[in-house]
Nanobody, 123 residues
Framework: VQLQASGGGLVQAGGSLRLSCVAS????????MGWFRQAPGKEREFVGSISWNSAYLKYGDSVKGRFICSRDNAKNTVYLQMDSLKPEDTAVYYC?????????????????WGQGTLVTVSS
């Protein structure tokens, strides 16, 4: 499976963006999907994870209450809705897939990664 993330861009603080991650080459309907981000000079950080049936969601502490993961298995696509954006949300955002039933915040559990999309939040 290959993953293509898109939807990044420049937005003012307080604004919103929706990222998309489209999978090709295989269906992701049975897999956990995750979102991570990496800011300049920092380690990659867990953002959110969604189970195959959307029943289970997990979020990083820094985005809880502001970001929402969702998916459309018929479109082989997952989304990250980002609201109330802050300058500290500026990062390259990556989607990834994990062959497991339960959500995870650990990078090691994800075996396929997309190329990333840049989100820049201005103050």
């Amino acid at each position: 499976v290959q993953l293509q993330a898109s939807g990044g861009g420049l937005v003012q603080a307080g604004g919103s963006l929706r990222l998309s991650c489209v999978a090709s080459g295989d269906t992701i309907s049975s897999y956990v999907m995750g979102w991570f981000r990496q800011a300049p000079g920092k380690e990659r950080e867990f953002v959110g994870s969604i189970s195959w049936n959307s029943a289970y969601l997990k979020y990083g502490d820094s985005v809880k209450g502001r970001f929402i993961c969702s998916r459309d298995n018929a479109k082989n696509t997952v989304y990250l809705q980002m609201d109330s954006l802050k300058p500290e949300d500026t990062a390259v955002y990556y989607c990834a897939t994990a062959r497991r039933l339960l959500t995870s915040k650990y990078e090691v559990d994800y075996n396929v990664w997309g190329q990333g999309t840049l989100v820049t939040v201005s103050s």
